[in-house]
């Protein structure tokens, strides 16, 4: 890659008319480096977009996109724990390592991304003579707009190319009923996780116990207890296992591109990312539960189960990191099952802790492996969760639809029977 380029800062770099807000102006970037703030202008406002619950133009997937869209030839993403939600540990451990794509031509890209510590871009443009934390705050209004840093960067990597094959693996259970038997729900869980990365304190092997393995194993055990209802459930109930969601999910997006049973018959997913092994709980969540007609099927099969449902703002934007996007993305009404944090037996505050401490300490890193602590009645709480909801969508008249008010909602749908 030999890239060249003017350096543009933008910003958050999004242009959403839903939220009457266009980082860009009329400024042409094509050829441009843009540099970016992660996340979205709510982390500093929380009367605009969705305040600190992330959207998808918070993400940096979504950034890259639209550089590419607008023509530049990079990008550099600005990091802040707080704005990303995770440590520079985390990116480390993600981009210091081999990238994958998947083996099918992209309509548009940028020549290269990369990501910056605050402290470092703070450095380069004090050079130029600007104040990165002026600009930050400059960056939360709708007045803002793009500044032509003074800045320059040249980009000459040479890569090494290999081509590899790694499998969704799927199981099949059939419906009942010959007339919904054609439609399909789908739980979704990656079993890949980061492989073998930099060191932390001499361990290279990113095992991925808590992200994924425990979310494999609660949907194992969901099969096998699916498979022994009688009746069986009126849809067809698929259980894949995606590879490659740590590389961008891209296991779950080869599946989109190329489904077993066609998305427009596909009533619903139900992700399984990150199990409880902490123990049992008296509340439970799901992500995108609110955004479909799913939710009150979700919150029958949690009151079945004696658990409260609690709406967790989605700070790190976790809606748009899992299996499920891919399907949310194409029309497909989804959820993410999202442990609870109450614990039985446990002090007030305690899960928030353990959850924080997750993601400080172990999310992507080597110390995310087996400990004897681990526990699993809320894993089996969650299980029976997921089960009974898959079961009643599978049993309903009609297949789920988005909410109005979803970014997901499609006006004339295909019909659901």
């Not at 520079?88 to 994958?100: A, I, K, P, T, Y």
């Not at 930050?136 to 800045?151: D, K, M, N, S």
């Not at 449902?309 to 497909?332: I, L």
């Not at 959850?355 to 894993?379: I, K, V």
């Amino acid at each position: 890659i030999v890239a060249d380029g003017e350096v543009v800062f933008v910003g958050y770099g999004v242009a959403a008319a839903e939220w009457r807000w266009d980082d860009y102006k009329d400024m042409d970037v094509r050829g441009k480096v843009l540099l970016m703030l992660v996340n979205d202008p709510g982390l500093q406002d929380s009367t605009i977009f969705n305040g600190r619950a992330l959207t998808y133009y918070g993400r940096w997937t979504y950034k890259l996109e639209e550089a590419a869209r607008r023509g530049a030839v990079g990008a550099i993403l600005l990091h802040t724990a707080e704005s990303a939600t995770y440590g520079w540990d985390v990116v480390r451990g993600s981009w210091s390592v081999e990238q994958f794509k998947l083996d099918q031509p992209v309509p548009q890209s940028i020549a290269f991304a990369a990501w910056v510590t605050h402290d470092a871009a703070q450095a380069a443009l004090a050079r130029a003579g600007l104040n990165l934390d002026s600009l930050t705050r400059a960056a939360a209004h709708r007045e803002f707009r793009p500044v032509i840093t003074g800045l320059h960067v040249s980009v000459d990597v040479t890569s090494a190319l290999r081509r590899v094959h790694a499998a969704n693996v799927v199981a099949r259970l059939a419906g009942s009923d010959p007339a919904l038997a054609p439609q399909a729900v789908v739980f979704s869980a990656h079993w890949d996780h980061k492989g073998i990365g930099p060191a932390v304190n001499g361990d290279s092997i990113y095992n991925g116990a808590e992200d994924n393995a425990s979310g494999v194993a609660a949907m194992l055990a969901i099969a096998q207890a699916a498979a022994q209802l009688r009746p069986r459930p009126r849809r067809t109930l698929l259980f894949v296992a995606t590879t490659a969601e740590e590389s961008g999910l891209l296991g779950s997006e080869a599946y989109v591109r190329e489904p077993l049973i066609p998305l427009a018959q596909t009533a619903a997913v139900i992700n399984l990312d990150v199990a409880n092994v902490r123990g049992a709980t008296r509340d439970i969540d799901a992500l995108g539960v609110d955004r479909s007609t799913i939710g009150p099927m979700f919150e029958a099969a949690a009151q079945s189960e004696s658990l409260v449902v609690v709406h967790e703002p989605d700070v790190r934007g976790s809606f748009y990191r899992s299996d499920h996007f891919p399907f949310a993305k194409a029309g497909v009404p989804a959820v993410s099952i999202e442990p609870g944090l109450d614990f039985v037996g446990k002090p007030t505050a305690w899960g928030r802790e353990q959850a924080d401490l997750y993601n400080r300490m172990r999310y992507h890193q080597p110390s995310d492996e087996y400990r004897a602590t681990f526990t699993y009645q809320g894993m089996a709480q969650e299980a029976r969760v997921a089960l009974r909801l898959a079961v009643a969508i599978a049993n309903a008249p009609s297949m789920p639809e988005w909410l109005p008010r979803s970014e997901f909602h499609r006006p004339t749908g295909p019909s659901s029977q």
